[in-house]
């Protein structure tokens, strides 16, 4: 069984910076992807970024340039570093790992971002 625990979630001012954590309790040296969702009330998940197989990296157009991606395999972690964080950003984060054919999700993390 493959569990995720993330972290690192909060309140926090416009403009500030959180970083999330997502520890797995397994390997993550050849998963297929990992990755950040997240839900915003009323709203449908959503990918914020994720990092695939080949290491690549890719971003949702909203988070461009102000969120970053990472992973640890020495750890078996992902971790998702905010920046510039607007109230938009406001929703409960979820990590994902992805190994062969089945999905695995995190129980969240909230992030609300005051005006």
């Known amino acids: 069984q493959v569990q995720l625990v993330e972290s690192g979630g909060g309140l926090v001012q416009a403009g500030g910076s959180l970083r999330l954590s997502c520890a797995a309790s397994v390997s993550i040296f050849s998963v297929n992807a990992l990755g950040w969702y997240r839900r915003a009330p009323g709203k449908q998940r959503e990918l914020v970024a994720a990092?695939?197989?080949?290491?690549?990296?890719n971003y949702a157009d909203s988070v461009k340039g102000r969120f970053t991606i990472s992973s640890s395999i020495a750890k078996n972690a992902v971790y998702l570093q905010m920046n510039s964080l607007k109230p938009e950003d406001t929703a409960v984060y979820y990590c994902n790992v992805a190994i062969r054919e089945n999905d695995y999700w995190g129980q969240g993390t909230q992030v609300t971002v005051s005006s």
């Open positions: 990092i695939t197989n080949g290491r690549g990296t």
